[in-house]
Each structure stands twice: as C-alpha cells, then as structure tokens.
C-alpha cells in the first residue's frame, strides 16, 4: 500500500467535473491508469473513475487483464466498478471512502447492491435455439484469446 497513490486519486477525484471520484491503476509501483469521473459531462453511467482508470492502463499494457495490478480508488467502488475490477483481474483494491460515505453525498450505491441480491427486472430466455450453435463455434475456433 502506498499512499501517495491514493492521494493523486484523490486529486483525481477533487478535481473531476463529473463526480467527486478518481482511480490509479498502478503496476510494479507506476501508475500506469488515472481516471476522474465523467459520468455528467460525457452523459455516460459508466464513466466511472475506475472504469476509465482499468481502460487507460489496459491501453498502456496492450492486454485486457491486469494481473499484478492493484487499483487505488477514492471510493468504495459500486458493483459496476467492481465487476469491472475483477474482469481485470486486478490484484488487490485499496479505496479511501466507504460506500456509507457515498451515500452521505448523495450516491447510494447500497441500492444497487441489494438489487444485485435479487432479480430486479423481468429476464425471458428468447431465442437459445437460434445462439446455440455460437458455443460449438466459439469451443472449436483456433487462436481465440480466452478470458
């Protein structure tokens, strides 16, 4: 843990026109990823700090995964974050606020993890007969990258 990496995601986040939140991604004691959250300013949900922070150091790397990573992030991620985190496979997540901190600024999160709990919009299976052949074609294609 080193924490001059949390300050400049705090800097991140203090400076962020889109949220108060910031992220680094930091591999072999560089960072190598910074995101601030833009989520009002490109009107996207998922532009959060840590998303923009795991796609600026994939780019650097050249590589989806970020094994031997580690995230600093101002916040307790929210549970896009968090998946987003462990698609990465980065190594360890060190945050400053908790999600109850959020929640004190007007970003429950905590909504969203109890609605992770349960379904929370109607799902149909549509169509399996049509997309099955996709795991025979996929299962059989050479060179593929796996993930």
Not at 86 to 115: K, P, S, V
């Amino acid at each position: 843990m080193n924490l001059d990496f949390m300050k400049e995601a705090i800097r991140l986040a203090r400076e962020s026109k889109g949220g108060p939140f910031g992220a680094v991604v930091v591999k072999d004691g560089q960072i190598i990823g910074r995101g601030a959250n833009q989520v009002t300013v490109v009107n996207d949900p998922t532009a959060h700090a840590e998303v923009i922070a795991i796609r600026e150091a994939c780019r650097h790397l050249q590589d989806f995964r970020l094994t031997g990573c580690e995230i600093y992030a101002s916040c307790e991620p929210c549970p896009m974050c968090l998946a987003a985190i462990l698609w990465a496979r980065l190594d360890r997540i060190y945050f400053a606020l908790t999600r109850q901190d959020a929640a004190a600024m007007g970003f429950d999160d905590e909504q969203f993890y109890r609605e992770l709990a349960k379904p929370t919009l109607p799902m149909h299976p549509v169509g399996r007969d049509l997309a099955l052949p996709l795991v025979a074609e996929w299962s059989g294609k050479m060179g593929k990258t796996p993930y």
